[in-house]
């Protein structure tokens, strides 16, 4: 199987300089291991903790495992053994100017993250790999976001069809990489062990019967407002593990929550997000999809297209290291706009829309933004499948799908 090039491996080796610790964290499959291997082949010992004997002797004598594999070392999927924290902060503290110790991996976001914050603050960096990008899928890692210096203008643009295409077989690398992959068996065989594995694991879940219904009614609700209650009735189950199952999702990386711009942070916080899969290919499977016209056509194309292009700008920022900050706008008189981009030093809007035919009445949303915002508003954005870039009025231009 051919290696395809992640955005993020410069991101890692950099970090390996920095630090004595370099955690890396990302759903199952995104290609964790396979990208570790690569980079630190040399020098570096490797050890699996997904394996049960080796994460009971983690267990049983944590010291004596420890000696066992001195550094440098990576210890792959360290959740599975977080009894080994304390023991790695130790041996770092020891030679705390050493960096590229330890090279941890994690698919259980809520587990490591909190053992990394509390046992190993100020002595790893955390960082992501997701599913492939657009981007690293065309050769192109580096690539920037249209709106940042350095963008390529020109380039081969796909046809509907082949975009349409790539959306159904979505972002993990082993079916990127092998075409000829039986897609709806893979998709089903990762589901399948996700839930015997990190449900399991995260949650004691007693129905996955159950639990599988709702990750089907969640998909059928990407990028709308989430709405627990309605989820519970519809399925039959408590607002309450309705919610805790979202949780599950979340930490497994398996979701991404995006949450309403406000300035008022505290509103952020409580008022409805909306969701998104993070990945369109398990989207697509989830929903009963299977053929490209019927996905483009059907009444989830607005749905995957808008998961789509969320996902790639979350997963190019996230690649790089830095912190996503990805909101939508919406006002009680109906305007409305799909995603803000807080850079900082200003807001981007962008409107998400699956017509190939641009108009200026697609960009109605950005320019409410930009007239309530003012100069904290940059120009904004038109993401569908237009072959060519269109100016559309003062406050937005229409941008390709694939140039994004």
């Not at 643009?157 to 082949?162: F, Y």
């Not at 077989?169 to 399948?192: F, K, M, N, T």
Request: proline share 8%; hydrophobic share 40%; net charge positive.
């Amino acid at each position: 199987m051919r290696y395809i090039t992640r955005s993020t491996e410069s991101v890692v080796k950099k970090a390996s300089k920095e630090f004595p610790v370099v955690a890396l964290t990302g759903p199952r499959q995104s290609g964790k291991t396979t990208m570790l291997r690569r980079l630190f082949d040399k020098g570096y010992g490797y050890v699996s903790l997904d394996a049960p004997d080796i994460r009971a002797a983690a267990a049983e004598d944590p010291r004596g495992f420890m000696e066992m594999f001195p550094p440098p070392v990576v210890f792959d999927e360290i959740q599975r053994a977080p009894g080994l924290l304390p023991y790695i902060k130790q041996r770092v503290d020891a030679d705390r100017n050493r960096p590229g110790q330890y090279i941890l991996t994690g698919s259980q976001n809520i587990l490591l993250s909190q053992n990394v914050t509390e046992t190993l603050a100020g002595r790893a960096a955390v960082l992501k790999l997701l599913p492939l990008s657009y981007r690293e899928q065309a050769g192109l890692p580096g690539q920037p976001l249209p709106w940042e210096p350095g963008a390529r203008k020109e380039r081969r643009r796909p046809t509907l069809g082949e975009i349409w295409k790539s959306m159904l077989r979505g972002g993990y690398p082993e079916p990127v990489a092998d075409p000829g992959r039986d897609l709806a068996l893979w998709r089903s065989s990762y589901i399948q062990t996700y839930l015997e594995r990190d449900v399991r694991t995260l949650r004691q879940v007693g129905d996955l019967a159950l639990f599988q219904t709702f990750l089907r009614a969640l998909a059928a609700r990407s990028a709308q407002l989430l709405n627990l209650t309605e989820i519970a009735r519809d399925i039959g189950a408590a607002v309450n593990t309705v919610k805790s199952w979202m949780s599950v999702l979340e930490a497994s990386y398996q979701i991404i929550i995006v949450r309403p711009y406000y300035e008022n942070l505290g509103k952020r916080l409580v008022k409805s997000p909306k969701v998104y899969f993070s990945d369109t290919g398990i989207l697509c499977h989830l929903v009963g999809l299977k053929d490209p016209e019927h996905a483009a056509k059907g009444p989830m194309g607005g749905a995957i297209m808008e998961t789509a292009v969320v996902n790639e700008i979350y997963r190019t920022l996230a690649h790089r290291g830095e912190t996503t900050q990805l909101y939508f706008w919406r006002t009680s008189n109906g305007a409305e706009v799909d995603l803000i981009i807080d850079e900082g030093s200003r807001l981007l809007p962008i409107e998400i829309k699956t017509s190939a035919t641009p108009s200026r009445a697609m960009a109605k949303g950005i320019e409410s933004f930009r007239k309530d915002f003012g100069t904290k508003s940059a120009k904004g954005y038109v993401i569908c499948p237009c072959p060519e870039p269109l100016p559309l009025g003062p406050d937005a231009s229409a941008w390709p799908f694939f140039d994004l």
